[in-house]
């Protein structure tokens, strides 16, 4: 990694450890608030123990992390030799994050750069990559900026989840979209736009939704090179099968990412969720 330019980003990246060891790159966890307790994402709180409790349907809320954990963050990139941050993180319609990095920004001891990318889950893992690779080959603060950026916008994410009602509870999609989907029992297909959730399709049955996530992702990969992650909460067997039949039907595949989100994301999805970021290259 350069030593002039630092990365930053949150815990909903959902980036593999390996690639935040390669690219030194810092993730800041978001919390979890279940019951009385105040939970770190990824330390403290594993995917399994939030998907149990959601099916006990213990309240859980989130929480964004302190403007003090970016400082920190950023102090500790400059006392590394870095001399500029890129803060990179989750869309500011679902978290305060953004703000608290702004906040924390205001006050380092280095310039920092920070990013609404609009994106989530690796949609956000894969701008950070983007970064830390540009500013690997030496690219300046603004190089390593555009880079994220562009990634961002070359980056579409759909999802599937069996309920809308984890997603109501938390305000992140409203209630009579929610309540259309219970009253028609459809099998919602969504899609993050301009840094929203949005309804993209209703479908009858889990089975036929799965199938036209891969429709959808196939479309969207088209011929171009592409890395693709698929995401999933308590439902292995069904990220294991889409992975494996995208594999066999995207020409142009990079890197696949499979993995269980964390318990932010999970929270507000519920168990069941399975997802696909198509990112191109």
Request: glycine share 8%; aromatic share 4%.
């Amino acid at each position: 990694m350069s030593r002039h330019v630092a990365i930053v980003t949150d815990s909903t990246a959902y980036l593999p450890p390996a690639a935040l060891r390669r690219h030194h790159i810092n993730a800041v966890p978001l919390t979890v608030v279940l019951g009385d307790q105040a939970l770190e994402e990824g330390t403290e709180i594993s995917a399994r123990s939030l998907a149990e409790a959601l099916r006990q349907r213990h309240a859980v809320t989130t929480s964004r992390p302190s403007p003090a954990m970016f400082a920190e963050a950023y102090r500790a990139a400059a006392e590394a030799g870095a001399d500029g941050v890129i803060s990179l993180h989750l869309s500011a319609e679902f978290s305060g994050t953004y703000d608290a990095a702004v906040l924390a920004a205001r006050e380092a001891p280095v310039p920092v750069r920070v990013v609404d990318t609009g994106v989530v889950a690796m949609a956000l893992g894969f701008c950070a990559l983007a970064a830390a690779e540009a500013a690997e080959a030496g690219g300046s603060l603004d190089e390593a900026v555009a880079a994220a950026e562009k990634r961002a916008e070359g980056t579409s994410t759909y999802f599937y989840v069996d309920t809308l009602d984890y997603l109501r509870r938390g305000g992140r999609i409203g209630a009579a979209q929610a309540l259309l989907g219970s009253a028609l029992a459809v099998k919602p297909l969504l899609e993050l736009t301009d840094g929203r959730i949005g309804m993209l399709e209703k479908v009858r049955t889990a089975t036929r939704a799965i199938g036209r996530l891969e429709e959808i992702v196939v479309e969207r990969a088209g011929e171009a090179r592409v890395d693709i992650a698929v995401h999933h909460l308590a439902a292995p067997e069904r990220a294991a099968q889409l992975s494996q039949r995208l594999r066999d039907r995207v020409p142009g595949l990079g890197e696949m990412h499979v993995s269980e989100v964390g318990a932010v994301i999970g929270a507000h999805t519920g168990p069941g969720l399975l997802g696909a970021v198509v990112s191109l290259r």
